[in-house]
Structure formats: C-alpha cells, structure tokens
C-alpha cells in the first residue's frame, strides 16, 4: 500500500531494458475522459501503467484506477494505491502459493499520472530565461568646456590695446560609445529541480502541484514493486517494516525509468528522482518508519546495482 505523510509519498519501479534519449512527449492520447470512467478499466493509462507494472513484476498484471467511490469502499485514509495479496500461502516454506494480479490507484493518483503521461510538456519542468546580451556602437552629443582664443580690447598700462586672450566656452561634441543592453529570452522549459543551467539562465516558479505529480510516479512504481513481491513461490512478507520499506526502496531506484515511461524527457527523469530521494524520502524516517530502511542505500542490501554510478537514477 502506498501511504502519504504530508500530502503522500510513495514509491517507484522498473522498466527492463535500457532507456534512450528523448524529450518530453504525450504518451497517450489527450483526451477529457478521466481513467476511471472507462467501463472495463481498460483507458489509455490503465493500458500503459499495467505495461510499466508489468514490467516492474516481470509477470502480466494489471493498474486499475478506481473512482472515488470505489476506493472510499476500500477504506484507505491517506492511500494512493492498494495490491490485493495472495489469497493463499504455505505455512511450512513460508512462501506465497498464487499471485496478487492487479493494483487498485487512488483517484487522486490516476489523475495526476493522466495528466502527466498526456501532457506535451511536462508538469515537473519549469520556464527558463537565458540572458542575452546586445551590444552597439553608437553616436553621443555631449557637452564639453574647451579653451577658446578670443581678441579682445585691453587696457595695458593706461592705453587700451586689442589682444589675443584665453577663455572657456561650452560646446557640444560628438563621440561613439558602446551601449550594451541585456534582455531575458524565453528559451525551453528545464527540470524544476536542481535544473542543470548555467549562470546565464533563470528558472521561473513551479507547478503548484510538483510535489502530487512525483508521488503519483512514486505510487505506481511502489505498488508495481508491491506485485513483484506477491507472486507464487515468493517468501511471506509479514511486518510491515519489511513489506513496505522493501517495496519503497526498490521503487525508488527506478523513478527515472518510470517517469521516462511515462513521457518525461532524459533529464527530468533523473531530476524527479533526485527530488524525491534527496527531500521526500528522508523524511520518511521520522514520519513513517516502516517506509525507511537504512538498508536503502548504494552498496547496502537494497541497492538493485551495486557499483553503478549515480545512485538511484544509474
């Protein structure tokens, strides 16, 4: 189950297979009709997110998303995303004898994922501005007090003679001058956080929603990590602190892959995960513990790559 603290946090998956460079694209149609509307739970985003799900369990299953009064049914104040388990175990070997099928997602979650996978642009990038500097050469007039040799009467000695005498006068020059004149252009939209920009561009403000859009990401990819675990044959996860902070973790290292999946260009796939790793899942220490381990880390017994670089998005 994926749990929020604060508005809701949840976790992350994986796609096999290595991920190309892209930009951001619309990877379902852009339609107004809301996922859950859909009479067999079969809408473009439940296709694609059973896709990614499926991925994730390396097995077929499915991403339901149930209206509101669906998941009210199901009575999971502050979920985005519930897995059925196995109906069945054996005691003995402590493993699973059937397989959990399907993941139910919050209205809440599938709206943000449709909004997301259907957007040209994404709601996680923000506007930039890059500075761009002019400069001209132009003409000036100003104003300068130069010596000016004048013949005027003077009185030398009693007698008054003409003579050439030094005076100051105002006039006005000319000059060229180099005027430069810096002016923000709006140039493409970069990843909200930790944008990678030089000195020359301004990032503007983000989405309201950032934080909603990362944990929808994260309830999908959290509980299609949840499926790969409920399978036949697999071992019986009994606490909590095991069951979810397992699942957490092994969504998380694959933030970037889902969000990818999902649409999102290269650079704001890794820069989504680095937002949720670096300021979301800390937090889950103090405030929902089950969700942490301390396991979760490059090299500790959580981490899906050990000595792959660039820890989780690598």
């Not at 999971?76 to 069945?88: F, I, K, M, S, T």
């Not at 060229?176 to 990678?196: A, F, H, K, L, M």
């Not at 909590?240 to 970037?256: H, M, N, T």
């Not at 889950?284 to 792959?308: I, M």
Request: proline share 9%; aromatic share 8%; charged share 20%.
């Amino acid at each position: 189950m994926r749990r929020a603290f604060g508005i809701l946090v949840v976790v992350v998956l994986a796609l096999t297979g290595a991920s190309t460079a892209h930009a951001d694209a619309p990877v379902i149609p852009d339609t107004p009709d809301l996922p859950w509307t859909h009479p067999t739970h079969e809408s473009p985003l439940e296709v694609l997110a059973s896709g990614i799900a499926s991925d994730i369990a390396q097995r077929p299953v499915r991403v339901v998303c149930d209206s509101q009064a669906e998941w009210d049914a199901l009575n999971l104040p502050g979920a985005w995303g519930y897995v059925p388990p196995p109906r069945a175990w054996n005691a003995a070997l402590r493993t699973y004898l059937d397989s959990s099928t399907q993941t139910q997602l919050a209205p809440i979650t599938c709206e943000h994922l449709w909004r997301f996978a259907k957007a040209a642009s994404k709601p996680t990038k923000c506007p930039a501005y890059r500075t761009i500097s002019t400069t001209r050469r132009v003409s000036v007039r100003y104003r300068a007090t130069v010596p000016v040799k004048v013949s005027r009467r003077v009185e030398v000695r009693g007698i008054w003679v003409r003579k050439r005498v030094t005076v100051r006068r105002v006039v006005w020059k000319t000059r060229i001058e180099n005027r430069t004149q810096s002016v923000p252009t709006e140039i493409d939209p970069v990843p909200c956080y930790r944008p990678s920009v030089g000195s020359d561009v301004s990032v503007g403000p983000h989405d309201p929603a950032y934080q909603s859009y990362v944990f929808a990401i994260q309830a999908l990819a959290h509980e299609a990590s949840h499926l790969e675990d409920l399978a036949a044959g697999k071992p019986v996860l009994t606490t909590p602190a095991v069951f979810e902070s397992r699942a957490e973790c092994l969504g998380l290292q694959r933030i970037a892959r889902v969000a990818s999946a999902l649409g999102a260009a290269d650079d704001d796939a890794r820069s989504i995960a680095q937002y949720y790793v670096e300021t979301e899942y800390p937090r889950r220490q103090s405030a929902t513990p089950s969700y942490w381990s301390a396991e979760c880390r490059p090299g500790e017994a959580l981490d899906l790559g050990p000595g792959t670089p660039d820890w989780p998005t690598g």
